[in-house]
């Protein structure tokens, strides 16, 4: 039941408050117009799904990085597994350091911190093991694994990105601030639509649930557009991106 609710928060208590006050002072005061409604498709409904459109992008980009990032990872794995030259002391090292970039990286999404020095001492520790025992490798092997620690290092500073930028903060202000003003111009509008003698239920009902949808897509866009916090219900589940997923 609890996805159901969600999307409710203290902007949208606030929407409804407005909501209710504004009809209440335009009955009152007798106060109608009537105003081409397209300018409000072009203040409020055009940027709000504009930036529902960005963070879902941002969503799916998220995923494209993190699979990459696990998909090298374990390619990374196989590679040193399968070098028969090396001892397993050095196997056994090698593991634990894509374990724990692994696990660095899944830390640093789920929270809100933008120092990455620590998961970069972690990466850096997969190109030192291989530089310090390049006895081991020959060089097609060794082009492999630098090819994939490649890809690995790009999926990080992709995924840290998304991590770190979010929508521009000035569009998300002029979203909010128009939501929060919508209830001032569309309700003398339907006022004048409907006309006094109508029963003034229905420009309650009509304002309030326009600003609902409003406000909820706003709220969704502001859970969808950072994945990793496992605030909203589509975001990223983290765990299951962890190299040793299925191992414990």
Request: hydrophobic share 40%; glycine share 2%.
């Amino acid at each position: 039941m609890n996805q159901y609710f969600i999307i409710i928060n203290s902007r949208t208590l606030l929407t409804f408050i407005i909501s209710l006050i504004v009809p209440f002072f335009a009955y009152k005061l007798n106060i109608s117009y009537n105003i081409d409604l397209t300018l409000i498709s072009i203040a409020i409904i055009f940027p709000v799904v504009f930036t529902v459109r960005g963070a879902f992008r941002r969503r799916e980009k998220a995923l494209e990085h993190i699979s990459r990032f696990r998909g090298s990872m374990l390619t990374l794995e196989n590679l040193f597994d399968e070098n028969t030259k090396m001892e397993d002391d050095k196997k056994k090292i090698i593991a634990k350091i894509l374990i724990d970039t692994s696990d660095k990286l899944v830390d640093h999404l789920s929270k809100n911190d933008y120092n990455t020095s620590e998961l970069d001492k972690t990466t850096g520790q997969i190109y030192l093991f291989v530089k310090t025992n390049g006895e081991f490798f020959a060089n097609g092997r060794k082009e492999k694994i630098l090819r994939f620690l490649r890809d690995v290092n790009e999926s990080i500073e992709n995924l840290i990105a998304i991590h770190s930028h979010r929508t521009p903060i000035s569009l998300k202000a002029y979203c909010k601030i128009f939501i929060y003003m919508f209830p001032f111009i569309y309700t003398p509008t339907i006022i004048e639509r409907i006309g006094f003698d109508a029963p003034s239920w229905i420009t309650y009902f009509i304002v309030i649930l326009s600003t609902f949808i409003l406000i909820s897509l706003y709220n969704i866009q502001d859970q969808m557009e950072y994945p990793f916090d496992k605030d909203g219900l589509d975001d990223i589940r983290l765990d299951e991106f962890k190299l040793d997923r299925n191992r414990k």
